[in-house]
């Protein structure tokens, strides 16, 4: 075990199971290590919640964080507060940006703290205050109990205005709907995460974004718990969310857990990648790089090669390649373009598109992600709900790994829209999957406008894996909006190649005539 104390972290290259961190110690050497995985705990800097209130700190206004500390230094609180009468003391939280329930904890604790030591008159006002964990209720009752004053804001804040000796403020209460003049000797506000520079340069030597909240976890349901868009790195603490000792206890144990089945004390059995690069391909433009969702592409001989440690399997990377260089061992594009002319009909089994009694019948083709959609067309079936008529699924491992190709090639086939069926974008199995095909959308859509087609005939839609009554209801809608459409225009080009498949002798790729005839017995 090595430990460098005030240590700087320059950059982190490699992925899952095989990072390489370059580090700065205080002397300012640059030192390297090779590691299996990397916890974050450090949280971004904080700074006084005073948005909006026309104030700043002093020696009559402080932050809650400070104020915890002098409660526990009596000598130089009284100093502070005055020698003569009860002093006075305002605890105002959520008045600036939203606050967090470990903010209110502390102030419900600061509160019984002064009015126990120190007789303190203690007035707790509360904006957007969360009582989001089992003893805020009851810490706020206990308060209140001990004498000190609660105050709600729903609508207007209080109008302070520091005088020197004392704070005043002024607001009118909504229970008693009455102006209230409370003046107090010293006013603590609560604290918010301000990252610094130096925190956006940590962020970007992991290879991560601070996101809108402040941390380095970003706000979607598949980053959770202590898991970050880069596989391998994980956070917990004030670096994932604010939370109290309890709760960074739980994300220590689950990176634990989540550490040894990724190294398995340095030997682990992996499957063998389900990503092929073609290297005669690859034009090296690093775009499955850029786009991985877990960063797990990296390089083996000056190529691309996927990390099975960090893949996910979503295919991203295989419908953003522009060389087509990439594919996805059991999803190639062959299978897709198979499975679309099979549920056209045009592989020859069954009838097609535009023909029989489907030619008045709308056809969709129906894209559905293993993650969301297609849980919740098999609940569906389960329940006996009526499958829709007209409706073609396609199942793809994620959203993102639906190449525009394929949407192209169910218009060619007869198809009359293309429905996709994602996760909601900030429910991504994969993270970023729904995000990649909704930029493939717009694309398609100006593709179709440009082609003189309507760009409604393809849409896109989020589905959550317990939706089955939704889903079936927004495979419903698509038709409905197709039969307003009317039939794609590409549908006689089908019936076309339909029928002159009985008049015309099949060749190869050289032209040359394909031998049809029975084998001998």
């Not at 290259?13 to 580090?23: C, E, I, T, Y």
């Not at 010293?186 to 962020?203: F, I, K, N, S, T």
């Amino acid at each position: 075990m090595t430990l460098i104390r005030q240590g700087v972290l320059l950059g982190l290259s490699g992925s899952a199971g095989g990072f390489r961190a370059r580090v700065l110690d205080r002397e300012g050497r640059a030192q390297e290590f090779s590691v299996g995985a990397v916890v974050v705990a450090q949280g971004p800097p904080r700074r006084a919640n005073l948005d909006g209130l026309g104030i700043e700190l002093s020696e009559r206004v402080t932050a809650l964080g400070q104020l915890s500390g002098l409660v526990g230094s009596p000598e130089y609180l009284k100093r502070v507060l005055g020698e003569g009468g009860k002093p006075r003391v305002a605890l105002c939280l959520g008045f600036g940006l939203e606050t967090y329930p470990s903010s209110l904890r502390a102030a419900c604790r600061a509160a019984l703290a002064l009015r126990r030591d120190f007789g303190a008159e203690v007035a707790l006002l509360t904006g957007n205050a969360k009582v989001a964990a089992p003893d805020l209720e009851a810490l706020t009752q206990e308060v209140r109990r001990a004498g000190g004053l609660l105050f709600k804001f729903t609508h207007d804040v209080p109008r302070i205005e520091d005088k020197g000796d004392v704070v005043e403020l002024r607001f009118r209460d909504d229970i008693l709907e009455r102006e209230v003049h409370w003046p107090a000797h010293l006013m603590a506000v609560d604290e918010v995460a301000a990252p610094d520079e130096g925190y956006h340069r940590l962020a970007a030597a992991l290879g991560l974004a601070v996101g809108r909240d402040g941390r380095l976890q970003p706000d979607k349901v598949g980053a959770l718990p202590t898991l970050t868009p880069r596989a391998g790195v994980f956070v917990v603490g004030q670096a994932r969310t604010e939370s109290d000792l309890s709760g960074q206890r739980a994300d220590v144990g689950q990176v634990i857990q989540a550490v040894r089945g990724l190294l398995k004390q340095g030997r682990v059995e992996i499957e063998q990648s389900r990503v092929e690069v073609d290297r005669g391909l690859c034009a090296l433009c690093l775009t499955c790089v850029r786009v991985c969702p877990e960063g797990a592409m990296g390089f083996i001989a000056r190529r691309p090669a996927a990390n099975p440690l960090a893949c996910t399997a979503c295919g991203t990377c295989a419908s953003e390649c522009p060389m087509d260089a990439i594919q996805l061992r059991g999803d190639e594009d062959q299978r897709y373009g198979r499975e679309i002319r099979l549920a056209a009909g045009e592989s020859g089994s069954g009838s097609a598109i535009g023909v029989d009694e489907a030619d008045e019948a709308v056809q969709v083709l129906v894209f559905v992600c293993q993650n969301s959609a297609a849980k919740a067309m098999e609940n569906a079936r389960l329940w006996g709900m009526e499958w829709p008529r007209g409706a073609s699924f396609i199942r793809v491992p994620c959203a993102g790994k639906i190449d525009p190709v394929y949407v192209l090639e169910a218009f060619r086939a007869g198809f009359d829209g293309v429905l996709i069926l994602s996760c909601y974008d900030d429910a991504c199995y994969s993270l970023d999957g729904g995000t990649w095909a909704g930029h493939r959308l717009v694309h398609l859509r100006n593709l179709l406008a440009e082609a003189g087609h309507d760009p409604r005939r393809i849409a896109r839609h989020g589905v959550a894996p317990l939706m089955s009554s939704e889903a079936m209801d927004l495979v419903e809608q698509m038709k409905r909006d197709l039969i307003e459409l009317g039939p794609n225009p590409l549908r006689a080009g089908v019936r076309a190649r339909q029928i002159l498949r009985h008049f015309t002798l099949p060749v190869d790729e050289a032209f040359t005539l394909v031998d049809q005839s029975p084998p001998p017995a």
